[in-house]
């Protein structure tokens, strides 16, 4: 049996707010607002209850024919109206030049192409400009021009070398996107040794959309390889680019944004705070600015990446004070945002708001967060983050001195952590500190256990394969709170 089609229904679920809202403004069609609205009602398609749901509704009768009437028709308003404006302009342009070819009127038909060749050419468009080729090769063919002809042939030339520079850019960061997946190292190596880091224009390049390609693969490729430095200079040159450009944020507002977000993780990981605050300040400047007016969800995506840097910048420089006063920030945000923000970052907000509390000696407001975190995805297969939320919760209801519930959860959390991987020697050696905490009676002894733990997570804090606990879980910090109070 066929199965329905979904592709209208994963559409409308993909359009803003806006884009419904223009649909429902210039789509001249009830029958087609009608289908649009019953189908927005259903969270997944269900083409069979829908139908059941509204036997009587004009869209019923030829259900198919209106389905696809509608979806074409969503298709033809959106992309003329939110298409680019200057890729626009030009497609008119060559329609404008096909019918005066048709008309014979080649004077004027020349006239129009030399303007959108200018403009191909200005701003790297390739693609219509081989369209405006092809018309112009018609009209030659008609006036007989000579040394236009020559021209033309080394204009069709250039342009062809010039798509197929950017094409080989383009291949270049595919790969490196596929070695950076599949954590290829050795390909990711050579793919820098191509692209001759750190050379801020590949001498490869022939055009700026094949520079900007090749940036990319090249910051992708040295972030893969560990080389944030590379990673930063490439990123830092990328956005320079777009901002010397402007077009180009207006025509990719959301390739400048996932730039300027690898840039500003690029920063931190080089503790460069002074260009961390100066890129978030740039991002947090975006909703005002009109080339990003259509970018879906800026307002909770800017919320988020500032945060997450803001935060974990200052739990890093040990400004915990200031840490703290993010968290109102990050529950009014939360709530704000809870449609736009995707469960997975809505968890590691949460658990960095559980981790800044905990830093700060907030045992209870951390968790409180904590056990939020545990209900959220009590469900949930054992994950990497679910076993810092579980060492975290060990930690808190220990602060707290629940001794009878730490008898249980010890043994359990260990256990479950066991089922995802083997435990790392810091985690042993917190699990085997919390029970003989608990086993001991005499203060003194207890004393002596947290000044030997200090020296140990101090040794452990320096070890590659421990460095990832301890950027989650501040144990540093906690330990320290713990001898501070002897």
């Given at each position: 049996m066929k199965t329905a089609s979904a592709d209208l229904h994963d559409l409308l679920?993909?359009?803003?707010?806006?884009?419904?809202?223009?649909?429902?403004?210039?789509?001249?069609?009830p029958k087609g607002l009608g289908l649009m609205d019953a189908m927005l009602k259903q969270k997944n398609y269900d083409e069979s209850a829908l139908k059941k749901k509204h036997p009587?509704?004009?869209?019923?009768?030829?259900?198919?024919?209106?389905?696809?009437?509608l979806y074409e028709g969503i298709l033809e308003l959106l992309s003329r109206s939110f298409s680019n404006p200057l890729r626009r302009e030009i497609d008119q342009g060559i329609q404008n030049c096909r019918f005066l070819l048709q008309k014979k009127q080649y004077k004027?038909?020349?006239?129009?192409?030399?303007?959108i060749k200018?403009?191909?050419?200005?701003?790297?468009?390739?693609?219509?400009?081989?369209?405006v080729l092809r018309i112009e090769k018609q009209v030659l063919a008609r006036t007989n021009n000579l040394e236009d002809t020559e021209h033309h042939l080394w204009e069709s030339k250039a342009c062809l070398?010039?798509?197929?520079?950017?094409?080989?850019?383009?291949?270049?960061?595919?790969?490196?996107?596929?070695t950076q997946l599949h954590k290829k190292e050795s390909l990711a190596a050579s793919a820098v040794r191509d692209l001759k880091l750190p050379a801020i224009k590949s001498k490869e390049a022939t055009s700026l959309r094949a520079t900007m390609l090749n940036l990319q693969a090249t910051a992708t490729a040295a972030f893969t390889n560990g080389q944030k430095a590379e990673a930063l200079e490439c990123n830092a040159a990328l956005i320079k680019l777009f901002e010397e450009h402007p077009r180009l944020i207006k025509a990719e507002p959301e390739r400048y944004l996932a730039i300027l977000n690898n840039y500003l993780i690029d920063c931190f990981e080089l503790s460069k705070f002074p260009e961390v605050r100066l890129g978030i300040e740039k991002l947090k400047s975006t909703p005002q600015q009109k080339a990003f007016a259509k970018v879906k969800g800026l307002e909770a995506r800017v919320f988020r990446q500032s945060l997450l840097i803001e935060a974990n910048m200052s739990l890093l420089a040990e400004e915990y004070e200031v840490a703290?006063?993010?968290?109102?920030?990050i529950t009014d945000g939360l709530e704000r945002y809870k449609r736009d923000i995707a469960p997975q970052h809505k968890i590691t907000l949460s658990f960095l708001a559980a981790s800044i509390l905990f830093a700060n000696d907030r045992q209870e407001?951390?968790?409180?967060?904590?056990?939020?975190?545990?209900?959220?995805?009590?469900?949930?297969?054992?994950?990497?983050?679910?076993?810092y939320v579980r060492l975290l919760n060990l930690l808190l209801h220990f602060e707290l001195n629940h001794v009878k519930m730490l008898e249980n959860l010890i043994p359990s959390s260990r256990r479950q952590i066991r089922s995802l991987r083997a435990l790392?020697?810091?985690?042993?050696?917190?699990?085997t500190f919390l029970q003989n905490h608990l086993k001991e009676p005499s203060l003194s002894k207890r004393k002596h256990l947290d000044l030997d733990l200090r020296e140990r997570l101090l040794a452990l804090s320096k070890e590659p394969s421990q460095q990832r606990l301890f950027s989650h879980i501040n144990l540093l910090r906690w330990i320290e709170l713990r001898v501070s109070k002897h």
């Open positions: 679920m993909a359009l803003t707010a806006s884009e419904r809202r223009y649909v429902r403004l210039h789509l001249a069609s009587k509704a004009s869209f019923i009768k030829n259900f198919s024919l209106n389905k696809q009437m004027a038909c020349q006239s129009w192409l030399k303007r200018k403009s191909c050419q200005k701003n790297e468009l390739y693609e219509q400009m081989l369209e070398a010039d798509l197929a520079n950017i094409d080989d850019a383009w291949q270049r960061l595919m790969k490196t996107y596929h703290l006063l993010l968290i109102p920030q407001e951390s968790l409180d967060w904590v056990n939020m975190l545990l209900e959220q995805n009590r469900k949930a297969p054992m994950s990497e983050f679910k076993s790392l020697e810091t985690e042993k050696l917190i699990y």
